[in-house]
Each structure stands twice: as C-alpha cells, then as structure tokens.
C-alpha cells in the first residue's frame, strides 16, 4: 500500500484562516465540530455556524455543502431537505471545478453525493468508493476512514478485512477517535489483531 500522510489540522489555526478568509479551513472548523475531528468535540451549532460563514461569507463551495448537511441532518438548525437539496445543488457545480484542480476535500465530498445520491446525482456505491478513495490517497483523513469502513462492509468495493484494517489503523494513528473506536467494535466481533 502507498505511504498515506494524513492531514490534521489546529483548531486556532482554523479559526483564525478562516476570519482571514480562507474558505477550506471555514469548512474544516465546521466539519471537525459536525464529525468530532481535529481535536474538536462535537458541536453541530458550532459545526453550522462555520458552514455558514464559509457558506455566506466566503461563497465556498465545501460550506455550502457542509450547510446543506446541517439542514438535511437537523444539526445545529432546524431540520430542513428542501433547503438542504438547494444547498446541494448550488454548491456541486462549483465542487466539481475544485475536484478538477484535485482538491481532496472537493473530491471527498463529490463520493458523499454518489453515496447519498445527493442533488440528483445517481447513488452509486463504487463509484462513491472510488472518490472517497482519491481523497483518502491524498490524505483526506476522514476518506482513510471511510475507505476502512467501505472495506469492511463491501460498500461498492469487494470486502476485504485486511484492507479494512490498514486504513482504520491508519486514521486511528492519526487521532480519530471513530477509526479507533470501530477498530475497538471489530475485535469484539472477531480478533481483528489476528487479521495481518
């Protein structure tokens, strides 16, 4: 397997960037509060106020994204799908034309439309693997984890145990706290430390 560097970020640093006008560390702070990374615990009112600074502020197309999933979720404000599909719409345009320019959180979130079927977008599970899969390349911390997960069930992909464990292991080492504890949920339906 290639040599995956995955990337983690500062809180502050995030907070500050984005006030300066950075877009992406807007939708990192917004996502490391909706999904518990970086540190950050889970805070969806948190998670949506920075998705919608990058959103309305900034014009960032990740924010965008990240506030459609505010709205489809109910996390942070109240629960809203018509909402959450313009949001999607609006913002998959845009997203494509960064994933071009390979921006892996751009790339990371065109697989959750394929998973999800978002704005239209066909669902399609090996097709959601093979972007998420991209993004975990470029060391989309969350796309390592997601690619464990997809491993392990088989979602658009052949499962593979091994595999599944070399990624989880890989987002755990890098303070994941969900990778390590699925990691921890496996062993319990089988020895995962006998998988090598």
Known sequence: MKEIIPMTFEIEKL?????NGDGLSAYILG??????????????????????????????????????????????VKQDGQKANELFIKAYEPLTKLAEMNDPFAIFILGAYHFYGFAGVEKDDAKAFEKIYDAAM???????????TFYYNGTGVKID????KEYLKIA?????????????EWE???NINDIE
Do not use: V
């Open 31 to 76: 996502r490391s509060y909706f999904s518990t990374e970086n540190g950050a615990e889970c805070n969806y009112n948190k998670a949506f106020e920075w998705y919608k600074y990058g959103a309305e502020i900034l014009n960032d197309p990740r924010c965008i994204y990240g506030e459609g999933i505010c709205y489809d979720d109910g996390a942070g």
């Open 188 to 190: 319990k339906d089988f």
């Open 161 to 164: 145990y091994i595999k599944s």
């Open 15 to 19: 907070e500050q960037d984005s006030k």
């Open 138 to 148: 470029m060391g989309h911390l969350a796309g390592i984890y997601d690619i464990g």
């Open 172 to 184: 755990s080492e890098a303070g994941l706290e969900r990778a390590k504890q699925k990691l921890d």
